[in-house]
Each structure stands twice: as structure tokens, then as C-alpha cells.
């Protein structure tokens, strides 16, 4: 069945830096979404992405698709303390069933 | 504030018993579905209805069971409760369920959960 991996697992920065983090698929994707929970939070969504070498952008996040529809990543320019959370990919529900990845979970020091 | 309540927030029962979690999607959200989140791991999905009718069932064992009312809403109910199904139990509402719309939005909406304990 469809799996999503996300990598890495853990995100430490100082508030300022750059994070990323990457989803790979183990079949294509019709689309992927991407979803953020703070701590103690539930899971917000953040973008969907449809079409092949998408780049949306938010502010200082930008999400991409990959060629292949396989695998997506979100990227945070200058990271702040609001940043900080789980940030979870999400396979398309394709007869009912979506299929989360384990998320990273950034946390950012001041 | 998403719109989409579930109730209660917290529950703590004993293994072996039975509980019923609720769910309200937003309004004119016909489908819901039901995640389960063990602390550490993404959500797991468990079942979505839409328009009253169950669309799609995960690998979790028959002690699950759903339901969709008319107006939406939306029970899980977990017969003989293990300690392994100690979780956060979140509910999402969306527009569609996502099948066949592979180009529109199906965002899901989450509620905040019901947090079961089980001892």
C-alpha cells in the first residue's frame, strides 16, 4: 500500500536559520498536502499540491512536488519561534484513506 | 477556531470498556473522517463517511465502527478497550473525500481531539 516517509525526524535551529524537510512516496501521487500541528495542537493545513514540478509559496515557506510526483518538501527561509511544531506531509485520499507521514518536528532557539 | 467539534476533549477509561467519541463537521462539510494519533507518529487513518456512507476503512480491527447521521455529525465507537488504543483521536471534516477530485481542494479541517487514556 502507499507509504510516506518523511526525513528528517527531528529539526533542531537557531532562530534565523534555514529548515527543510522532505517527503518521499512510494508510489506517485495525484497530489500531497502539507499540514502543521503545534505542540498539544492539532493538525492545520498548510497547501495542496496537484501538478508536477509544483512550487507554491507562503511568506517564507515554499513547498515544491517533485517531477515525478513521488516526493515534495517544505522549505522555511529565516525561521522564527513561531515556526515551531510538527510539520507533517499527507498522500492524497484516494478511496477514503490519506496517508500521513511521522512528520518532523522543528523546534527553533531564540 | 476550525469548526469542527468533537466531544469530549479528554477520557479516561479501563481496558476492556467501551467508548463512544462525537464529532460536528463544519457546516456544509458532508465528509468525515477519523484519525488515530499516537504520541510520536503521524495521524493514522481509521474510516471516513460522506453523505452518511462509510468511503473508506483503514487497518484497524473490527472494534472499530463509525457512523454518519443525517446531519453529519459523526460517532467512533471502540468496543473492549486495549491499552494499546491509548491516543489522540481526531476527527476532519472536508468538502469532498477526495476521490475522483484529484484537482480540487479537499483540505480537511481538524477538530482538537479526544485525547483517551486507557488504564
Known amino acids: 500500500g502507499q507509504q510516506v516517509m518523511q526525513i528528517p525526524q527531528y529539526q533542531h535551529v537557531q532562530e534565523g536559520e534555514d529548515f527543510t524537510t522532505y517527503c518521499n512516496s512510494s508510489t506517485t501521487l495525484s497530489n500531497i498536502q502539507w499540514y502543521k500541528q503545534r505542540p498539544g495542537g492539532h493538525p492545520v493545513f498548510l497547501i495542496q499540491l496537484v501538478k508536477s514540478g509544483e512550487v507554491k509559496k507562503q511568506k517564507r515557506l515554499t513547498f515544491q512536488f517533485g517531477e515525478a510526483k513521488k516526493n515534495s518538501s517544505l522549505h522555511i527561509t529565516a525561521t522564527q519561534t513561531t515556526d515551531v511544531g510538527t510539520y507533517f506531509c499527507?498522500?492524497?485520499?484516494?478511496?477514503?484513506?490519506?496517508?500521513f507521514g511521522d512528520g518532523t518536528t522543528l523546534t527553533v532557539k531564540p | 477556531d476550525t469548526g469542527v467539534t468533537q466531544s469530549p476533549t479528554h477520557l479516561i477509561k479501563t481496558r476492556g470498556q467501551q467508548v463512544t467519541l462525537r464529532c460536528s463537521p463544519i457546516?456544509?462539510?458532508?465528509?468525515v473522517s477519523w484519525y488515530q494519533q499516537v504520541l510520536g507518529q503521524g495521524p493514522q487513518f481509521i474510516f471516513q463517511y460522506y453523505e452518511k456512507e462509510e468511503r473508506g476503512r483503514g487497518n484497524f480491527p473490527d472494534r472499530f465502527s463509525a457512523r454518519q447521521f443525517p446531519n453529519y455529525s459523526s460517532e467512533l465507537n471502540v468496543n473492549a478497550l486495549l491499552l494499546g488504543d491509548s491516543a489522540l483521536y481526531l476527527c476532519a471534516s472536508s468538502l469532498w473525500p477526495g476521490t475522483g477530485y484529484l484537482s480540487m481542494n479537499t483540505e480537511a479541517f481538524f477538530g482538537q481531539g479526544t485525547r483517551l487514556t486507557v488504564v
Open positions: 457546516s456544509g462539510h458532508k465528509s
Open positions: 499527507a498522500g492524497p485520499a484516494n478511496a477514503g484513506k490519506s496517508t
